[in-house]
């Protein structure tokens, strides 16, 4: 059976730093049941204490899938989508009750995947990238972008339903507003636009959600990667060439995304590429041997 | 003397002049950043009188830095010189995790023979410099620390000392190693103090320290510098230099 294993990194951006703002990024990983998860939160920085937001939908997210893998009911879809969705709208009612947060305090996207045997899923609710390294070498990526920056986050449907982001984005809700742009990296070629999505605003705020089989578990994939936004926007270097320095992973043990992420952020700021705002990883490997 | 160390979670790494070492197999280390530790022990037959105390310090040092928070980021290699009657280095066991290292386990010291010193200081450096350079090619954060402990001056080596003068500057010059110390420690041996000094300073060493006498309470203080300068060093990683916290004094 394949064996899976995860890790994840996050830090804060230049912009915090300089500002005297906390990290708004979060991310957290783990193995159950016969399977591996990775979920990172962007917290929105003109939000009020996003951090706690980020934090308590990653938890609330990471158990949620936690519990599905042991029981073996994921991947599942868009149903997978909805429970994992169900779980974040309780945990976001719950925790602005105990620590009396305000609304704003939990204004934060939610990226998330699983993999099992069986197939895996990727779900993407607000904005970030995620990412495929093949076995062949290969890198598939998606870019997911909201009109003027206004993603939508999970908070928002435990409000109101959502209603008032949906009007504040012209109230169509099969307008396409919700952008998928999709890379492929091929080690011989460099990069290949593989086409733009435009999801439609209901789709956008229920979720993109990208499935794989059980075939590409086991012949295909090497791992599966999320990023927040921030890893557009580190100083002299494309989104596209970050996700792939940050995917040149040397060994996989342990801790083996903070190692990476840490020396090219490391190697990166001694050619005056810093990253400018917080940026967050979480990744899913599979290993090449049963 | 027994190898503590042939399993396979070891693997064998050459640093030149046909010395070589032991170290955890790369791929199995888990890691962000870790802090290379060698401690090389004088067993040359003037240490006779005292070598169950100096395994006795030796042990305790190594009990001490299991216990630091640093503990899980601290590879720890342990030598002795000479090989038996002869030149060179004996590894106790390659660079493992102190959770991989039981130093109650470690065996009576062998003693007999001269005094390699350079041999014992190239293999020290050498390999740290060596096994560093993997791991930072490997994204590993990677500083280093040395204590080479003796009583007595070079006398029977293979390695010369420009061999050492050159792993010395190596783990120096900021290209492998985030911070390289290395300690010449004097035990017993506080006539030969000026000679130990001027082998320091010829060899490119960062320190020279005269631990006294070979009593119990000495040896103990020994013991208690060894651990703190290691847990110091391993706390340094990630700052871009060494630690400015190694004592001056035993």
């Known amino acids: ?46 939000g009020g204490h996003t951090d706690m937001g980020a934090r308590v939908l990653s938890f609330a997210t990471a158990a949620a899938i936690r519990a599905a893998l042991e029981e073996g009911t994921f991947p599942a879809g868009r149903g997978g989508a909805d429970r994992v969705g169900q779980a974040q709208k309780a945990a976001i009612s719950e925790a602005q009750r105990v620590h009396s947060l305000d609304p704003q305090d939990m204004l934060a996207t939610c990226l998330w995947a699983c993999a099992t045997p069986l197939g895996g899923m990727v779900h993407v609710r607000g904005d970030g990238v995620a990412a495929w390294l093949l076995r062949d070498g290969r890198v598939a990526m998606s870019r997911y972008d909201w009109p003027d920056n206004r993603p939508f986050y999970p908070a928002y449907e435990a409000q109101d339903g959502g209603a008032a982001f949906a009007a504040a984005q012209g ?116 290993a090449a041997e049963d | 003397m027994p190898r503590l160390n042939d399993n396979d979670d070891l693997q064998t790494f050459q ?35 005292f070598k169950k105390e100096l395994r006795q310090s030796l042990v305790t040092a190594v009990d001490a830095c299991r216990k630091s928070p640093r503990s899980d980021n601290i ?84 390695a010369t000392m420009k061999m050492v003068r050159d792993e010395a500057q190596r783990s120096v010059s900021g290209e492998i190693l985030e911070s390289m110390i290395t300690v010449l420690v004097g035990i017993n041996a506080s006539a030969l103090n000026k000679e130990l000094e001027r082998f320091r300073r010829e060899a490119g060493l960062t320190q020279y320290i005269d631990a006294g006498d070979a009593t119990p309470k000495k040896l103990a203080k020994l013991a208690d510098f060894v651990s703190q300068s290691v847990s110091s060093q391993s706390q340094a990683l990630g700052t871009g230099g060494p630690s400015r916290n190694i004592a001056a004094v035993i």
């Open chain 1, 1 to 46: 059976m394949k064996q899976f294993f995860a890790d994840h990194y996050f830090r804060i951006g230049q912009a915090h730093i300089a500002n005297g703002t906390p990290c708004q990024d979060f991310a957290l990983s783990g193995r159950a049941g016969p399977g591996a998860w990775a979920v990172l939160s962007d917290g929105c920085s003109s």
């Open chain 1, 171 to 286: 109230g169509d809700m099969a307008a396409p507003v919700f952008r998928e742009e999709r890379w492929i990296h091929v080690p011989s070629l460099g990069f290949l636009e593989a086409g733009t999505s435009e999801h439609s605003l209901a789709e956008g705020m229920a979720g993109a959600v990208s499935l794989f089989g059980a075939a590409h578990v086991a012949d295909e994939i090497s791992f599966i990667a999320l990023f927040s936004d921030g890893v557009e926007q580190i100083d002299g270097l494309g989104w596209k060439e970050a996700v792939l320095e940050l995917l040149a992973f040397k060994t996989e043990k342990g801790a083996f995304v903070k190692r990476r992420a840490m020396r090219a952020i490391r190697d990166g700021a001694s050619k005056g590429r810093r990253p400018v705002d917080d940026i967050a990883c979480a990744v899913i490997g599979v």
């Open chain 2, 15 to 49: 640093i030149g002049g046909n010395f070589n070492f032991q170290g955890a197999r790369i791929a199995n280390l888990g890691a962000t950043e870790y802090t290379l530790v060698t401690i090389a022990v004088d067993v040359s037959g003037s240490v006779a009188g």
């Open chain 2, 75 to 158: 590879l720890l290699r342990v030598v002795t010189f000479p090989k038996f009657m002869n030149t060179g280095v004996e590894e106790m066991h390659g660079f493992k995790p102190l959770s991989d290292v039981d130093p109650a386990a470690y065996p009576d010291l062998n003693v007999g023979g001269g005094t390699p010193l350079c041999d014992a200081c190239y293999s020290a450096i050498g390999a740290i410099n060596s096994y560093g350079e993997q791991l930072s090619d490997q994204d590993f954060g990677v500083n280093g620390i040395a204590f080479i402990i003796t009583d007595g001056g070079e006398n029977t080596s293979k």
